[in-house]
């Protein structure tokens, strides 16, 4: 079924409406190899009829749904990259473990969970290490993203031996997990370290409190100019003084002005909110 250059528009219009992400004409082959099995899962004749009943709901109904879950890319793993978080150990956990204060932190796109729980497993580790200081709080990881799939991965937390060797050492692998038939399942504590939710990033945000540190990783890359504006403001605010922010490797701040100060940590820019 060929995909018209009217059809295409109007598609990319509507998931630029749904969920922020900005395709040009030339990422026709993703809308096709996508989006594809969606005409027939819901009884579309062809594009147009697709791109209509996107546009004739204004409520969010399970066609909004589905085309959102086709058209994100979930790619992550463990302690992806690498350096942010070794940046993340050296430079911004130490002063909060010796405070006493449990951490507050941001999985802002968390995929089906390797990130937060790569963070849950440093502070544990970092925890261990310093138990004699006295705790005030608990740490505490919120992690939302938009794909309801993914969430449920990550709520289970329950991983293939494929997804486990990506960013795990074996001695990770059997500190934090325990094995399930052929994959393996973080461990309870760490899983109850972090509140998993769905969140929209350019809908209404709940009220959160602030966070210590927010991590915000391979997700602008797909959003236009003005809504990675939007998103880096609404971020900042929840920002104290002092808070950090950690954006993907891909990722900048050019072109956007905010009160962020870059701190540079062996290969990675970590963000500090200034006054
Ligand atoms: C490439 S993954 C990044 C995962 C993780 N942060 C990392 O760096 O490994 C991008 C994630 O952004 C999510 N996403 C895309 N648009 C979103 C939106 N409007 N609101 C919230 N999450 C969104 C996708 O569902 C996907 O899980």
Known sequence: MILTEHASEEIRQQIHRLCGIHLQRDKDYLLVQRLSPLLAQ???RNWEELANRLRGSAVRCDLHQAVVEAITTPETSFFRDGHPFEAIRQQILPP???????????????STGQEPYSIAMLLRELRATT???????????????????????????????????????????HRHFRPVGTNWQIRDEMRQMVQFSMLNLIESWPDFVGFDLILCRNVLIYFDLPT??????RLCQLLPIGGWLILGAAENLLQISLPLEPVRVGLTTLYRRSG
């Open 96 to 110: 909060h473990l010796a405070s006493g204060h449990g951490m507050r932190i941001w999985s802002v796109a968390c």
């Open 42 to 44: 819901h009884e579309c």
């Open 228 to 233: 990675r504006t939007q998103i880096l403001r």
């Open 131 to 173: 138990e004699g200081l006295p705790r005030i709080s608990a740490d505490r990881i919120t992690a939302t993203d938009i794909s309801q799939r993914c969430l449920s991965i990550a709520q289970a937390g329950i991983y293939t031996p494929h997804e486990v060797q990506r960013g795990l050492s074996e001695i990770r692998l």
